[in-house]
């Protein structure tokens, strides 16, 4: 039950949960356009970075004891240490090309869907998710930074199923599809590993919240109505059955309401028309 706040003689409820829109107005300055982009673009920055220094992931990395030994750069850095996986040479190279186009589009369209602001808080929330993961959990996930490329996709997708990715520059795909295969692999990790659950939760705590949720939510809702509509339409018919038939001419009240039925010497029921002598 919703407590209540006594004040004089009344009983008061206390004041809603703040908006969207009241949170917009009041931290509107964290607003920050193509969150995604630049996201995307320090990735490559690290990419190119580790042709001329290799130990670079290694440098950036998650490192609890040495983040509070002093390091506290590496709680942020550690999101592009992922570049590192990405190797030197050709598909590499084409591989970090490709996350930056496909980092773009999504960039684009999160922010036409849901705006600049929403789009900052999804990217935000999805940072300091795995900055609690990495501190709360025994074990450190090494290159975690991916993790935020795959809510935005899960983000991208919910909002835009029907979106076709031409795979393998070949294979024309629904964007939904792609981020099926993707929820089962991480139904796989997780089941092979239960230790990962929380850590994924906290991950892609920022899909749920703004995308899972209420695609959820609008899912159920569009379900209600067309139960509704369904109940409704057989009450209708129900309702549109003819109660009274000519037995001649197979008239009812229906398809002529002045119509007049009586029950013949027969026990068949006739129009005043073709009531039988």
Same mark, same amino acid.
């Given at each position: 039950?919703?407590?209540?706040v006594?004040r004089?003689?009344?009983?008061?409820?206390?004041?809603?949960?703040i908006? $969207?829109?009241?949170?917009?107005?009041?931290l509107?300055?964290?607003a920050? =356009?193509g969150?995604?982009?630049f996201?995307a673009?320090?990735?490559a920055?690290?990419?190119l970075?580790?042709?001329v220094?290799?130990d670079?992931?290694?440098?950036?990395?998650?490192?609890?004891?040495?983040? $509070?030994?002093?390091?506290?750069?590496?709680?942020?850095?550690?999101l592009f240490?992922?570049?590192?996986l990405?190797?030197?040479?050709?598909?590499?190279m084409?591989?970090?090309?490709?996350?930056?186009?496909?980092?773009f589009?999504?960039?684009?369209?999160?922010?036409?869907?849901?705006g600049?602001f929403?789009?900052?808080l999804?990217m935000?929330l999805g940072?300091v998710?795995?900055?609690?993961?990495n501190?709360?959990?025994?074990?450190?996930?090494p290159?975690c930074?991916?993790?935020?490329?795959?809510s935005?996709?899960f983000?991208?997708?919910?909002?835009? =199923?029907?979106?076709?990715f031409?795979?393998?520059l070949?294979?024309?795909?629904?964007?939904?599809?792609?981020?099926?295969?993707?929820?089962?692999? $991480?139904?796989?990790a997780?089941?092979?590993?239960l230790?990962?659950v =929380?850590f994924?939760l906290?991950g892609?705590?920022?899909?749920?919240?703004?995308?899972?949720?209420?695609?959820?939510?609008g899912?159920?809702?569009?379900?209600e109505?067309?139960?509704?509509?369904?109940?409704?339409?057989s009450?209708?018919?129900?309702e549109?059955v003819?109660?009274?038939?000519?037995?001649?001419?197979?008239?009812t009240e229906?398809?002529d309401?002045g119509?007049e039925f009586?029950?013949?010497?027969?026990?068949?029921?006739?129009?005043a028309?073709?009531l039988p002598q």
């Amino acid at each position: 039950m919703m407590e209540l706040v006594k004040r004089g003689n009344f009983a008061e409820a206390p004041p809603p949960m703040i908006s $969207l829109g009241q949170l917009e107005r009041r931290l509107g300055w964290l607003a920050f =356009p193509g969150f995604l982009r630049f996201y995307a673009l320090f990735q490559a920055l690290v990419y190119l970075l580790q042709w001329v220094s290799p130990d670079i992931g290694r440098m950036l990395d998650f490192d609890r004891g040495r983040i $509070l030994g002093g390091e506290v750069w590496r709680v942020v850095t550690f999101l592009f240490s992922a570049a590192t996986l990405f190797s030197t040479r050709m598909m590499g190279m084409l591989a970090m090309v490709f996350l930056v186009m496909i980092s773009f589009m999504m960039s684009n369209a999160l922010e036409d869907a849901w705006g600049v602001f929403k789009t900052t808080l999804f990217m935000l929330l999805g940072m300091v998710g795995l900055i609690v993961a990495n501190f709360l959990m025994p074990q450190v996930m090494p290159y975690c930074g991916l993790l935020l490329y795959g809510s935005a996709f899960f983000a991208f997708a919910t909002l835009y =199923p029907k979106v076709e990715f031409l795979l393998f520059l070949i294979l024309p795909v629904q964007v939904r599809f792609l981020a099926w295969i993707q929820a089962a692999g $991480l139904v796989l990790a997780m089941l092979s590993d239960l230790r990962l659950v =929380p850590f994924f939760l906290l991950g892609y705590g920022n899909y749920l919240i703004f995308a899972g949720i209420p695609a959820l939510r609008g899912t159920a809702r569009v379900m209600e109505a067309a139960h509704r509509r369904k109940i409704f339409g057989s009450a209708k018919a129900v309702e549109t059955v003819a109660f009274h038939s000519c037995e001649q001419c197979d008239r009812t009240e229906i398809t002529d309401p002045g119509l007049e039925f009586r029950v013949g010497s027969d026990g068949n029921e006739y129009c005043a028309d073709h009531l039988p002598q």
